[in-house]
């Protein structure tokens, strides 16, 4: 089984191949008790494996029997990393990396080629130019293609010196092949310009054109640029046609504190359009990174898991070969097709991930929150309670077993979704309606406004598409008037109270998918899903859910307070 194996990704593929073709069911044990392979970061969290290693630390383990592993190690060649380019470089920090890298893993004599050929940038602050060249310096050289310059006006053109590959700055122009000897891109181009021909998509197709077909590029960018109409919608329209999207990771939101702009992580390989029935990509949400905010500052803490180290086992497989990898964490990972029926082109993890099942007191807590919320706005609008609590130990109990069901939203309403109808308070001036806006607390309620009936809604869901929470849903029984960044959800009207509060309780649960960026406005609303108990033929089991309510604190007096001015406002 002879094969040249030029990296580990690739002598991983290889393997694998091979030992499916002889038989093997290379699934994890862990995963598939007819299973035989460990991945690296699987053996380590084995404790049986782990003591059989020791301080190795290899690709993957194949099992044997019982007491016996195949230890398989597979090491690169520095020639598969290729030519790497930073256009908006800074002060050098990717491209740093990249040169630690190749010393790390490369003979000195290819690391020498390396930092003289194959390693490029553009700054176009001569100060930060400076602190770049000075960076790589400090690191064993490798300033040699890094220049202080507007990135637009040069393009990488190959050629050859001295024998080997390399390439060398010109100047562009119209009708220059959209091609270049850059094999891998690593960049951070700048956010919120005003200047609308540098925005941060036009910075990326920029490095596409200095690639090699194949070639892969990484790019920080604003969650804006894959969520937003407009240009950024017609460029992510053209990448997908012209090229394959590989991966695309959601940052913790405090990656770049005090800085308040939330980024992804986007990963492009040029030159091949994207089938939307074949190419699978990597979506994930990383909630953690091992850093904690303190001071103004960001600092390592050994309590706080790092998420993008467990991610990167995953991702270096799937940026080899997107077929290799089966793979679905709940909010945090999951690999599948691009939705080319979306209309948006929305290319956020948040819209691919599945919704973590959670334990049954999550369930209940989540649910009693509302109540809570519920209950504390009435008390605060002067609304007098006897309330009798129930004692702890008689709390309902869920089932053993619970079978989850998954529903639209339409699914409980007269009529689609829409929008609030008031822009500025200004419009409508001081009155007795209440004014539902993006407010977290007090129902939604921002004041009282002046509107006639006719404009109101009533025994509805208002769902806010903006504000901290920008997925925040409130029930009214009551005639209310909504801005028009809140969406209004018209409920059946047969839906009981308990089913009505279960609703906003889940709808709030899906909070993570949205963020100021990505605003859950009337549109998505309508898209809405929510996961909630069934009984044996598959519908919401109502009996269940008003057994939950039932044992509530408040909950017998919320409903006698809704039933009773409700039928009063539809008298």
């Not at 993957?60 to 908006?88: H, M, R």
């Not at 407009?230 to 460029?235: A, D, I, S, T, V």
């Amino acid at each position: 089984m002879a094969k040249i194996r030029k990296s580990e990704y690739r002598s991983y593929a290889w393997m694998k191949t091979e030992l499916q073709k002889a038989g093997w069911n290379t699934k994890n044990p862990a995963l598939d008790a007819g299973g035989e392979v460990y991945y690296q970061q699987e053996c380590l969290n084995h404790p049986e494996i782990r003591k059989v290693l020791g301080r190795q630390r290899p690709e993957f383990v194949i099992k044997l029997n019982e007491t016996e592993y195949w230890v398989i190690e597979a090491k690169g060649e520095v020639s598969e990393i290729g030519k790497v380019f930073d256009p908006t470089c800074g002060t050098g920090g990717f491209l740093v990396a990249a040169f630690d890298y190749v010393r790390e893993h490369a003979s000195p004599e290819q690391t020498q080629i390396f930092k003289e050929h194959r390693i490029f940038g553009i700054e176009q602050d001569p100060t930060v130019a400076t602190m770049a060249i000075i960076n790589m310096i400090f690191r064993g050289d490798g300033k040699s293609n890094i220049i202080n310059d507007d990135c637009f006006p040069e393009h990488l053109k190959s050629k050859t010196e001295n024998g080997i590959e390399t390439g060398e700055y010109v100047l562009f122009q119209e009708g220059m092949e959209n091609n270049g000897p850059v094999t891998k891109v690593l960049m951070n181009p700048p956010f919120s310009k005003n200047n609308e021909n540098e925005r941060e998509y036009m910075f990326i197709q920029h490095a596409l054109g200095q690639m090699q077909p194949g070639g892969i590029l990484f790019s920080i960018i604003p969650t804006s640029v894959l969520i937003k109409g407009g240009k950024p919608k017609n460029w992510r329209k053209q990448l997908l046609a012209e090229n394959t999207l590989l991966s695309v990771i959601d940052f913790p939101e405090d990656l770049f504190y005090p800085v308040g702009i939330r980024t992804v992580g986007i990963f492009i390989k040029k030159g091949i359009p994207h089938d939307a029935k074949k190419d699978r990509v990597l979506w994930a949400k990383v909630w953690q990174d091992g850093f904690v905010k303190s001071k103004g500052k960001r600092l390592s803490d050994h309590r706080i898991p790092d998420e993008l180290k467990e991610l990167k086992k995953y991702l270096k497989i799937h940026l080899y070969d997107t077929s290799i990898l089966r793979r679905n964490i709940p909010e945090k990972m999951r690999i599948c097709l691009w939705n080319e029926k979306d209309e948006n082109i929305e290319l956020m993890p948040e819209v691919y991930l599945e919704e973590a099942a959670e334990t049954k007191q999550q369930l209940m807590d989540q649910v009693e929150q509302y109540v809570r919320e519920y209950l504390s706005f009435l008390i605060k609008r002067g609304v007098k309670m006897n309330i009798k609590g129930k004692q702890e130990e008689e709390r309902y109990r869920l089932p053993e077993q619970m079978q989850y069901g998954e529903f639209m939203l339409s699914d409980f309403l007269w009529e689609p979704c829409y929008s609030g109808s008031v822009h500025s308070v200004s419009e409508v001036g001081e009155g007795r309606i209440p004014l539902i806006s993006c407010k977290t607390e007090n129902n939604g309620i921002v004041g009282h406004c002046d509107v006639d009936l006719e404009e109101c809604t009533y025994h509805c869901l208002t769902i806010a598409g903006d504000g901290s929470f920008p997925l925040t849903s409130y029930y009214h029984f009551e005639p209310v008037a909504s801005y028009d960044n809140v969406t209004i959800a018209p409920l059946e009207d047969d839906l009981s109270l308990e089913i009505i509060f279960f609703l906003a309780s889940r709808l709030n649960r899906s909070r993570w998918r949205y963020s100021y960026g990505r605003k859950c406005y009337a549109k998505k609303a309508r898209e809405l899903k929510v996961r909630i108990p069934v009984n044996e033929k598959g519908e919401p089991d109502e009996g269940m859910i008003k057994s939950m309510f039932s044992q509530m604190y408040g909950w017998r007096e919320i409903v006698s307070y809704i039933t009773a001015q409700r039928d009063h406002v539809e008298k």
